[in-house]
Structures are given as structure tokens and as C-alpha cells.
């Protein structure tokens, strides 16, 4: 590596200097020397704190290990559970009721209910996709998925299948009829849309009918009598129907319908943490540098596509014009929001004082901020929040008081910035169970500032098994979500999120759909978000964020909170139910083979993808060869179920070992395409990435929270050195 630079007592890697100093502070109105010698001060103020807050994760945890190991011989008592919970400081005493006092929150988040993208801002291209998932094509979403089964001739085709494409219009005309329902008519009947004297007219067969719900129709584009496309909203979402007679797919329509555009990806998340592998500061630049194209505006990327060589950019804003004779002007991009690391991990990016790796959670909070302050400044060629706030989800905090840190070092960084206080909003990911048993406290700790909270299935459930590893044996993986906890921990995050006054101000939301493959099964099933009361939920791609816009149509979610919040608050001793077998004999060895085999395939395919090409989020085929869509969470879960199994001899090391060379074997086979990819096997033991697997099953029970960086980061820095000296 070259020589560090030395700004004040920091050493900084001279590939982040050089960012910040030639890219991020032309943008800013701050001197080189003051924004080092504040960046140090933050440093300072934050650091010791931020060590004595991880500090006491581990005291807690210890008392836990304990607690379980020395009941473990007698039945589980919950009222004596909860009781020594309060008493280590792991329960925190509930305060009065209270509303949070969020201000200048953008709609987006505080009033509309849609989809959310989560997305690795490290890969340019896919951060400009998410971004522009503003709006999408939901004929292009049908007929390019798996909602229309590939039966009776509708085969997906590489020229477009007029049978398939019949279907799509047919599905997409009664998708219209239940969000924008006509007066006694269906808009597979129409012949004609018209505009006249501000009103829809739809000609039919049977007459001109109009929408049942006159206030739907916003505005149009094109000449009224004879309309490009017709804007309508429902439920807060707006639709656009697209109108050319005269292409391939309008012809075939009898009012020359070519699309139907859905507005679909309200917001995104452009990821820092778990969908990114960024162990230095070569990595930290990528991931800093397209988000300042994001703020800016001027994020590029050129890639070739069937022969030809495209460049993506942020879109414009739509216009229309509008039923009084002004223009209606709509957002064309995603609310952008910025995912920092938590508190655990340090980088080598900037050395402090003392010569030590700075924490990454400081570095990305003052870097991010400072970045997206152009926003806040209007320095861009395309604006962001409408409001002035910068929203930054914060992952993996452990109870009130690492929520009130955050929400300190947000207040030094606004200082710092110059921006007003509680410019920083903050996203509370409710994904550890000390947060989410202290839900209440934790959002009173960030009540003027917090914009999201959300439940996150598969980080909670890694560190259920990591908080609970000594209590007794896990069920199986497949079983855990039909554990009474999980319902619990669902509905208790959606009741304190209302009772706390977030409707209105701020976003509730749920977990990714995983199968970004699987979207029929999708649009059956996650209707249960907004039906939950969450007025978002993450979705995987551009596509599954049309789709599931779709649920926001049927659901009127802000009527649906209303219904929750009269119901009975679940209770929090069912949170507290731990999910451990009874009685492990139970378990046949068959199915504990089976276990072994998705986890460890899971495991390995995701990271050897992770340590040897630095993609920190992809789709991994199963077992089964269906992909998931895999992140550090799925990681957490399956290599801390599988250090439960070890630890309570279910499974024996040997057993492991031969399943992880098993299912290597397989895992390379799925990706013998990849020109870039290393095989595992048969050599094992100069596979990196096989060794990162190990080290994340046999060392997993010591492993802080159960969580995955520190093994991987390890094991990614230790192949880039390698490969470092190879090329010198």
C-alpha cells in the first residue's frame, strides 16, 4: 500500500485522501484543513464511546451464555428470564407514551406507501437502476416474469410473443379495473380515452363512460381529445396509461393501449452494509464515489447489451399537463436513502491518534452526510429530498443507548456540515433483539429524528440463535419462521411504530422478498406487508418493485394502521420465546443432513463469491438450483444455525467438514459459466473462500453477535494482499 498521508494526527490512505480532497470538497464550504481537523474531532469525541457501547454487548451476552448454561438442566422459566434480563440492563425500563416530532420529512416516506429498493451503491449500474425504478413498465414486469405461466403457446420468446402479450394486456386491464374502476364498464372494453373539460371519457361499445372516482384522473400528456398517455392515482400512487396506435403492441389494442407505467420504487436504500464487501479504502471509494454521482446528478455507466453500448443516467422528472392548465411536474427518480455500517466494525481506510483502524460506522457517517449535503445545498443537477433531509438507515444497533450515540454523532456531523439540526434522519433497522425488545425506548431516543424503522427477518434471526446459543437446541432453519417469536416480533414492531405516532411521518416497513425469480408466488404472498400495516417493504429488483406496487393499490395502508392500531399490542414475553426444541432426539438424521446441506451450500455459494470477487450481494442457487437473493444476513443465519447444531453435538465437526466439501463441489459446478470464478475443490486448503466458510461455522459461536464481517473481512483482505503481491 502506499504511503499514508498525514491530515493532522489522522493517516489517511492516499486513495481516500485524494477523494475527498480533489472530489468531495470543491462541492463543499469547507477548507481542506478544517474538514480534516473536524473529521479528527468527531473521531476523537466518538471513538472511546463507540468501544465502551461494543464493550458492553459482550458483558451482556456473557451474562446470557451464562444464565442459559446454568439452567439448562431445568425447565425454562420466563418470568425468571425476563426478570434477569431487567436486571443486566438487557430489558431497559419503558417510559410515558409519546409522538415523535420528525419534521421536514418528504412524502415519499411520511405520507405514500410503496415499495422500497435495496440496492449495493458499490455497483454503479445497479445504484442507476434502483434510482430509476421511479417508475416502471407493468406490461414489461408481466410479460418478463413468471406472473403469465409459459403454457398454450405464451413462451417467453426473444421476439415479442403476441399470445403472451395478450395475456399481459389482459392481466394489466383488470389490474386497472380494480385500482381505477370505470362506471359500468371495464377498460378491456375501451375503444378511446379522451380528456374533455377536465374529465376522462372512455368510449365502449356499449357507450362513453367515465371513472368511478372522478378525482383519480390528474392530468395527461398530448393533445386532450387524442392523449399520449392519461395520469391517474390511487391510494397515493400514480398511473400512467400509454397511448400509440401506431406502435407494435398499442395496434393491437383496441384504444391503442402500448403500456401501463406504475409509479413503484418510492424509495431506495443505496447500501453500504450488507450487500457490499468493502474492506479498505480502495473499496470504501468505489462506494463513496457513486454516491456522490448519485447527489450530484451525474452518475454514468456505460455497458454493452446485445451488441450494442448503452450509457445509464438518472432519469428527469415527468411532466403532464395538468386538468387546470398548469403543468404537473412528478418525480422521475427513487427518494434516495444511505445505509452506513454499524457500530462494530473498524476500517483501514484512516488510522486515528493512536495508529488504531478507525470505526467504519464514523467514516461513513461523516462521508456519506458530507455527500449528500450538495443535495441539501442544491448543488446538484437533480434534486433528492424535497425537504432538506438526508435519511441515513443505521443496521444492527443494540438497544436505546447505540441508538442515542447515532443519533449524537449525528448532531457533531450537522455542526460539523453546517446543516441544520436534524437535517441527518435517521433509519432504525429493528434486526437485533435487544433493539427489538426495546423498540419504544429506542424510538424515543431518536423521536425529532427518525424517519423508518423496519423488521428485518434474517439478521433478527441470527441473532435470536447468537443471543440464545447456549439455551438449547434450534429448530430447523425452514421451521423458524412459523416460531411464535417471529409473529410476535412482526406485528409488536407495526403496533409501537403507530402507538409512537410514526403514521404520517414516517415509513414502517418489512422484509425482502428473497426469490427476485419467483414473482407469481411474489404478488401472492407479499400482500401481507401493506396488509401488516407497513407502508414499504423491500424488494429486490426494478421488476419486483412494479409488482408488489401493485399490493399498494389493493391496500390502503393508511386505512389498514388504522384498524391495527385498535387491536391488543403483542406481547413482548412472546418475543421472548425462544425458539429451541423440546426435544432434539426428535430430529431424524436424515433431516439434519438436509439442514446441513442447504446451509452449507447457502454459505459457500454466497461467499466465494463475497471473499474472491468482492460481490457482496447476488443470487446464489440453492440446492434445488432456484436463486435466492443472498446478503450478510442470510449468512448470519445459516453459519450461526449451523454453530448451534455443533455446539449441542446435533451435528459433529467431521460431519460439517464433509458437507462443506460436498456441497463445494456442487457450488462450483453452479458457477463453471463464471469466467472470473476459483474453483474450491479439490483444494481446499488454499481456497480462500472455503476457509472463510469454515471460519464462520467453527468459530461461529465466538464470533461477536454472530456476525459475519469479521471473518470475511479477514479472509477478502487476505486474498487482495495476494493478489496485491502477485501483480508487484
Not at 130 to 159: H, M, P
Not at 184 to 210: C, F, K
Not at 349 to 377: C, N, P
Not at 482 to 505: F, H, M, P, Q
Request: negative net charge.
Amino acid at each position: 500500500m502506499s504511503q499514508r498521508i498525514q491530515l493532522g494526527m489522522l493517516k489517511v490512505d492516499p486513495l481516500l485522501a485524494e477523494f475527498v480532497n480533489a472530489q468531495l470538497l470543491p462541492q463543499l464550504s469547507l477548507t481542506k484543513a478544517d474538514f480534516w481537523t473536524g473529521f479528527e474531532s468527531i473521531v476523537d469525541q466518538f471513538t472511546s464511546r463507540n468501544t465502551s457501547l461494543l464493550l458492553e454487548r459482550d458483558k451482556i451476552q456473557a451474562q446470557i451464555d451464562a444464565w442459559h448454561t446454568n439452567h439448562r438442566d431445568t425447565p425454562f422459566d420466563s418470568i425468571a428470564y425476563v426478570q434477569f434480563l431487567r436486571e443486566i440492563g438487557y430489558l431497559v425500563e419503558e417510559g410515558d407514551d409519546f409522538s415523535i416530532c420528525t419534521e421536514n420529512v418528504d412524502p415519499e416516506i411520511a405520507t405514500m406507501a410503496g415499495p422500497q429498493l435495496v440496492v449495493p451503491v458499490k455497483n454503479a449500474r445497479f445504484a442507476l437502476n434502483a434510482a430509476n425504478a421511479r417508475w416502471g413498465s407493468l406490461f414489461d414486469a408481466i410479460y418478463g416474469s413468471d406472473v403469465i405461466a409459459e403454457v398454450d403457446g405464451c413462451k417467453r420468446t426473444q421476439g415479442y410473443n403476441p399470445l403472451r402479450g395478450q395475456k399481459v394486456i389482459a392481466f394489466a386491464k383488470d389490474f386497472l379495473d380494480q385500482a381505477c374502476p370505470l362506471i359500468n364498464a371495464s377498460h378491456d372494453q375501451a375503444a378511446a380515452y379522451r380528456v374533455i373539460s377536465g374529465q376522462l371519457l372512455v368510449e365502449t361499445v356499449q357507450g362513453v363512460t367515465t371513472l368511478a372516482d372522478l378525482d383519480q384522473l390528474r392530468g395527461y400528456r398530448g393533445e386532450a381529445s387524442a392523449p399520449e398517455s392519461v395520469l391517474l392515482v390511487n391510494n397515493g400512487l400514480h398511473i400512467e396509461i400509454l397511448i400509440d396506435r401506431d406502435s407494435e403492441i398499442g395496434s393491437t389494442d383496441p384504444a391503442g393501449v402500448k403500456d401501463i407505467n406504475l409509479e413503484a420504487a418510492l424509495t431506495t436504500i443505496q447500501d453500504c452494509e450488507d450487500s457490499v464487501a468493502a474492506v479498505d479504502a480502495q473499496d470504501k471509494v468505489e462506494v463513496y464515489r457513486n454516491w456522490l454521482g448519485l447527489m450530484r446528478g451525474d452518475l454514468a455507466e456505460s455497458f454493452a447489451k446485445q451488441g450494442s453500448q448503452l450509457t445509464r443516467t438518472l432519469n428527469c422528472d415527468r411532466e403532464f399537463q395538468g386538468l387546470s392548465g398548469g403543468m404537473i411536474t412528478l418525480p422521475g427518480r427513487s427518494l434516495l436513502l444511505i445505509r452506513n455500517v454499524g457500530h462494530l466494525m473498524r476500517n483501514s481506510a484512516i488510522l486515528d491518534k493512536h495508529g488504531e483502524e478507525i470505526y467504519e460506522g464514523i467514516l461513513d457517517t461523516i462521508i456519506t452526510s458530507s455527500i449528500a449535503s450538495i443535495d441539501i445545498r442544491n448543488k446538484n443537477k437533480f434534486c433528492n429530498s424535497r425537504t432538506g433531509s438526508i435519511y441515513i438507515v443505521k443496521p444492527k444497533m443494540h438497544g436505546p443507548a447505540e441508538v442515542q450515540f447515532t443519533c449524537d454523532m449525528f448532531t457533531a456531523v450537522e455542526e460539523f456540515l453546517g446543516l441544520d439540526v436534524d437535517t441527518l434522519k435517521i433509519g432504525i433497522m429493528d434486526e437485533e433483539r435487544r433493539t427489538s425488545v426495546n423498540l419504544k425506548e429506542c424510538i424515543r431516543a431518536a423521536k425529532s429524528r427518525v424517519a423508518f424503522i423496519n423488521t428485518g427477518f434474517l439478521d433478527r434471526t441470527g441473532d435470536e440463535i447468537h443471543t440464545s446459543m447456549q439455551a438449547g437446541v434450534m429448530v430447523p432453519k425452514a421451521e423458524m419462521k412459523s416460531t411464535s417469536w417471529i409473529a410476535a416480533y412482526e406485528d409488536r414492531n407495526v403496533d409501537i411504530g403507530l402507538a409512537c405516532g410514526l403514521s404520517g411521518k414516517a415509513q414502517i416497513g418489512k422484509g425482502m422478498w428473497a426469490m427476485p425469480d419467483l414473482m407469481v408466488r411474489m404478488l401472492n404472498e407479499k400482500i401481507a406487508h401493506p396488509m401488516s400495516g407497513a407502508n414499504t417493504a423491500w424488494v429486490p429488483s426494478p421488476t419486483a418493485a412494479v409488482l408488489h406496487a401493485m399490493h399498494y393499490h389493493y391496500v390502503n395502508v393508511f386505512n389498514r394502521q388504522l384498524e391495527i392500531a385498535q387491536r391488543p399490542a403483542a406481547k413482548l414475553n412472546d418475543i421472548l420465546t425462544l425458539p429451541v426444541i423440546k426435544d432434539p432426539s426428535e430430529l431424524s438424521a436424515d433431516s439434519v443432513q438436509l439442514d446441513l446441506d442447504n446451509n452449507c451450500q447457502s454459505i459457500l455459494g454466497y461467499v466465494v463469491r463475497w471473499v474472491d470477487q468482492g460481490i457482496g450481494c447476488s443470487k446464489v442457487p440453492d440446492i434445488y438450483n432456484i436463486e435466492l437473493m443472498e446478503d450478510r444476513a442470510t449468512l448470519r443465519i445459516s453459519s450461526q444455525h449451523i454453530a448451534n447444531w455443533l455446539l449441542h453435538s446435533i451435528c459433529t465437526p467431521q460431519q460439517v467438514r464433509e458437507t462443506l466439501e460436498r456441497m463445494a463441489q456442487i457450488v462450483d459446478q453452479q458457477n463453471a459459466s463464471d469466467p472470473l470464478y476459483r474453483a474450491m475443490a479439490p483444494e481446499f486448503e488454499s481456497s480462500i473462500a472455503f476457509q472463510a466458510a469454515c471460519d464462520l461455522i467453527f468459530d461461529g459461536v465466538n464470533q461477536p453477535s454472530g456476525y459475519t464481517e469479521p471473518r470475511l473481512h479477514a479472509r477478502r483482505r487476505e486474498l487482495k494482499a495476494i493478489e496485491g503481491s502477485s501483480i508487484s
